[in-house]
């Protein structure tokens, strides 16, 4: 008299997870880091296979940008000698001084605009929270870089 049963339901994980699809696995919606929702071989995976991916296509395009802007500044060189174009040296140089002075007095403030320091914020908590993450991509960009 006046005992309450309990009734559980029991949720056998391993009849659950054979009949999900590996991708809901690994890209299933939940809230917090990915600290919480993946064990740290599967953060390390994630974080190095993007990391190299990004590494090489970066390396890819670093390499395509400067041999454009190489090309570019060749390719002027030769106009310049050609007579092609003439380039008024004195004008460039006090252009180029100029600007100089111009960053020289914007960065003597070292002031950072205050959307730019919450983003900053915004980054370094997401780091803090998926450091095992963040290195597997730290690795794996500096492997596609190598690659």
Same mark, same amino acid.
């Given at each position: /008299? ?5 009734? @559980?339901?029991? +949720?056998?994980? *391993?009849?659950? !997870? ?47 940008? /400067? ?5 570019? @500044?060749?390719? +002027?060189?030769? *106009?310049?000698? !050609? ?65």
């Amino acid at each position: /008299a006046g005992v309450k049963e309990d009734s @559980f339901n029991v +949720l056998d994980l *391993a009849e659950y !997870t054979k009949n999900r699809p590996w991708w809901r696995k690994v890209f299933a919606p939940s809230s917090g880091s990915s600290a919480e929702k993946y064990n740290v071989a599967t953060q390390l995976v994630i974080g190095g296979v993007t990391g190299w991916c990004t590494g090489f296509i970066f390396q890819k395009v670093g390499k395509l940008a /400067a041999t454009a802007v190489g090309g570019g @500044f060749f390719l +002027l060189q030769i *106009a310049n000698h !050609t007579g092609y174009i003439k380039v008024d040296w004195k004008l460039l140089e006090r252009d180029v001084n100029k600007a100089k002075q111009q960053l020289k007095f914007h960065s003597s403030g070292n002031k950072i605009a205050p959307e730019m320091k919450s983003k900053v914020d915004e980054v370094i908590v997401f780091l803090k929270k998926n450091v095992i993450l963040t290195g597997g991509f730290a690795g794996g960009f500096l492997l596609g870089m190598a690659s």
